[in-house]
């Protein structure tokens, strides 16, 4: 079965540094993708970042970088330059294929990170 | 910006009541969950289905119902609240092929849930 681990609860980090979000990942499966999303307190859910496995670069969206380290399993989300506006709760997740005996294609999701950021 | 919606946004019912919460896309996708979330914690899967009249159970066992008779609607049904079923309530939809990002599930924004 397959599992994310993010061994964050919660950060505080100053304004205007960048910030790593740990985030470790276990499956058999050697054809999976990894996600982030954010969830402000407002509850949405807003993707911010992908990479595949076998993606051989590791995915950049404007200030956020994932850290892919695939022997490692560890797929961690770096911001940097964080604002006030980065002080959410942050997901990490994982999609495998379902298998032939059941198991549904959505995402699993670690526990989160509650990041906080401080001026 | 992904046009998933759901409503009502929050609810506060008493305990025994039947509830349903309404969720809709209208992005023509396939592929649509519910999640399950207490506050300050991680989503679990409860509900997912692969098109019309196709809905499975997900990982966390949940006493709620789903239907999918038309491909952009997909309701969960509590016929019975309790202050257990207290919690926010994720909706979210993927296309069968989303680009770069497989799997990437678009959310709504969530239906928040008190039952006394």
């Known amino acids: 079965a397959q599992k994310i681990t993010q061994t964050q609860p919660g950060m505080f980090v100053q304004e205007k540094e960048a910030v790593t979000l740990d985030c470790t990942y276990d499956?058999?499966?050697?054809?999976?993708?990894l996600f982030w999303y954010k969830q402000p307190s407002s509850g949405e859910m807003i993707f911010l970042i992908y990479?595949?496995?076998?993606?051989?670069q590791n995915a950049t969206e404007g200030r956020y970088s994932l850290n892919f380290q695939k022997a490692r399993k560890s797929a961690n989300l770096v911001i940097s330059a964080s604002q006030l506006g980065d002080s959410a709760m942050y997901f990490c997740?994982?999609?495998?294929?379902?298998?032939?005996?059941?198991?549904?294609?959505?995402?699993?999701f670690g526990k989160g990170t509650h990041l906080i950021i401080q001026p | 910006e992904a046009d998933i919606y759901q409503t009502p946004r929050y609810l506060v019912i008493g305990t025994g009541k039947k509830i349903t919460l309404e969720c809709s896309q209208t992005?023509?996708?396939?592929?649509m969950y519910w999640y399950q979330q207490d506050p300050g914690m991680e989503l679990h899967l409860i509900h997912y289905?692969?098109?019309?009249?196709?809905?499975e159970k997900g990982d966390l066992s949940s006493e709620s119902t789903v239907s999918r008779i038309r491909t952009e609607h997909f309701p969960l049904t509590l016929e019975s609240a309790r202050p257990s079923h207290t919690s926010q309530y994720l909706c979210?939809?993927?296309?069968?092929?989303?680009?770069?990002?497989?799997?990437?599930?678009?959310f709504g924004e969530g239906s928040r849930l008190t039952v006394l």
């Open positions: 979210a939809s993927s296309p069968q092929s989303s680009g770069r990002a497989v799997g990437e599930l678009f």
């Open positions: 499956t058999s499966d050697p054809s999976y993708g």
């Open positions: 990479q595949g496995s076998y993606d051989q």
């Open positions: 997740a994982m999609r495998v294929r379902p298998y032939s005996g059941g198991g549904a294609d959505g995402l699993t």
């Open positions: 992005m023509g996708h396939d592929k």
């Open positions: 289905s692969y098109g019309v009249n196709s809905t």
